[in-house]
């Protein structure tokens, strides 16, 4: 009935770019329903998330191979410089996901089920980014290649992702690398408190750390790589004459299941979409193509519902002086100086269109609110929702920067560059600290680093991964990966395998 309905000449084409970040996207999603629910359960949903293709013509084309080998080769080094691949050390978060990968490769196509104070709980996480790299490894049952197939699977995330920015923006991939490495300068006013609480330059730099974007992938590269490429694959659609939002929200629905705080981050793009077009292209097929993409969309929030709570997020609304303090000494360095700087080359040139600076505020005005909700231990909510604008921010400008550096004089150019590195100097000191631990026992202790653990250690658990942090901070931070097996969601789960 659908595929009548839907005629060739009804049917949106997808370039091979768009159809490569789908199948990026979706593949662990659909291993995922193979792997951890019971097969006829499995079988509807993998239905309904192959849906929306019968409302899509793929027009493939072999342009740009070379280019996208490339790119790819200059990431996969970009990552290693992170600890991909367990060459150089790891930062702390990768004791978390090396546990993750370790337990879902020792439960095969199973379920994870953790023990907490006697009862069994399944981990309930945004796990896109594990699924694809265990799999692998569980076909060639080789435990070492996860460490390889994460940096490969990493790789390709921002490659495609440099492909999209690219695109939209024109940009070379030297200047997407760049963006990462790019932070914000907030570290420079709190130089004063290092200086007296620290005896040398060295306890300083080894001490001194600021907001950047680097951390999404140094750190949680589980939120970053779908969020960045979830946001270009849906703004292009935003700067297009004629957006196809059944691929907008398709693509949202499946971020979704890598990562939770997806819809959050994403929520100033979402409602930049213009309402009126979509409206005026509901129609039958559309809405045919609709439910089942909103079925599996239901299904995530139900998975994601078993989630043990950890508390209420809270809104902290600043008081008139308070607010006022925020603005001058964080919003400035954060987010003052990279405006000022787009506007001063704006200025010059015109090269921002209506719709991108409305893009620029819209992101900037969420995120400041977005910075007083109190979620998680560490405030997870606002780290994990609120680096998009930086993203943005560090575009523009060095778009700007590469269209008018042609003609800066001498001296602006130098100006310009050391800007560059002031901004880019927490990035590359984190590099610089890892390679610094590489094969050093006392800067390995000294940075406490997590290096190897997946040559090291063929059983890692969740919960051991865990016991430090737990023992510092006296929080149980097993709790944010567990879901609740007393709920109806829970039935549609393959049993627990003793």
Partial sequence: MISRLLNKNTRHPLNTLQFVSLLYLGIPIVLFFVSWLKWYYALCLIILILAPFLNFSIEFSRKGIRKFFTYFLVVGLFLILQGYGEILPQSGDWGKHNAILSQLFNHGNQPVYIPYKGVDHILCYGLGFYMVPVFLAGIFKSYMMMKWLILLNSAIGLTLVGFWANRIWKT?????????????????????????????????????????????????????????????????????????????????????????????????????????????????????????????????????????????????????????????????????????????????????????????????????????????????????????????????????????????????????????????????KVIWMKILAFGSETYFERFDCNVHLLSTKPNIKLENALEKATEVHNYPFIIQYLGEMNTVSSEIFKPVKR
């Fill in 172 to 428: 070379p991939l030297w200047a997407i690398i760049l963006v990462f490495l790019l932070g914000s300068l907030d570290w420079i006013k709190d130089l004063k408190w290092f200086l007296i609480n620290y005896e040398s330059g060295w306890d300083i730099f080894y001490t001194i750390g600021n907001l950047q974007i680097l951390s999404t992938i140094d750190q949680t590269p589980q939120h970053g790589i779908p969020t960045f490429l979830v946001f270009v694959i849906i703004l292009d659609q935003l700067f297009t004459e004629t957006p196809m939002y059944l691929l907008c929200l398709y693509i949202l629905v499946i971020g979704f299941f890598w990562s939770p705080f997806l819809i959050f981050a994403l929520l100033p793009l979402m409602v930049l979409i213009k309402i009126n077009d979509l409206q005026a292209q509901i129609n039958l097929p559309l809405l045919l193509i609709t439910i089942p993409i909103l079925a599996v969309g239901y299904f995530l929030v139900c998975y994601y519902q078993m989630h043990i709570p950890v508390g209420k997020a809270t809104l902290d609304i600043p008081g008139l002086k308070w607010m006022i303090y925020e603005f001058i000494t964080r919003y400035t360095w954060i987010y003052g100086i990279p405006l000022a700087f787009i506007f001063i080359i704006n200025w010059k040139l015109h090269f921002i269109r209506t719709i991108e600076i409305k893009l620029i505020a819209s992101f900037l005005f969420i995120s400041i609110i977005y910075k007083q909700v109190n979620y998680g231990f560490f405030n997870d909510f606002e780290g994990k929702t609120t680096y998009l604008i930086l993203f943005i921010l560090y575009i523009y400008m060095l778009k700007g920067t590469i269209l008018y550096f042609s003609s800066f004089n001498l001296v602006s150019k130098v100006a310009v560059c050391f800007f560059v590195f002031i901004c880019s100097f927490m990035s590359l």
